[in-house]
């Protein structure tokens, strides 16, 4: 479960060329954004309608988080890039 963070980022830090975060996200249309530390949310941004309730067709935006994940467990040593996806998902392909 997440909880607020006592520790929190403020968007309207400047970012790049003197814009801020937050005008960046209104620029490019985000519907929602949000910042974690551990379980902590330390700033989100909601805009377009959208809301912390509300759930939100991924599409593409799937394969980057997939891309992240994988990411990750390749630099924990836990996925061999070498190595095929039939046998690093086994167990998986089993069923």
């Known amino acids: 479960m997440l909880t607020q963070s006592q520790q929190t980022f403020d968007l309207n830090t400047e970012y790049e060329a003197g814009k801020s975060y937050l005008d960046s996200l209104q620029a490019t249309q985000t519907k929602g954004f949000v ?3 551990g379980n ?9 309608g959208y809301n912390r309730g509300m759930s939100n067709n991924l599409q593409s935006a799937s394969k980057s988080y997939a891309g992240l994940i994988i990411g990750q467990l390749i630099d924990a040593g836990k996925i061999d890039p070498e190595k095929t996806l039939r046998s ?8």
């Not at 902590?40 to 377009?48: R, T």
């Not at 690093?88 to 069923?95: K, Q």
């Open 40 to 48: 902590q949310v330390v700033a989100e941004f909601y805009d377009n």
């Open 88 to 95: 690093t998902c086994r167990i998986w392909l089993e069923v």
């Open 35 to 37: 910042i974690l530390k």
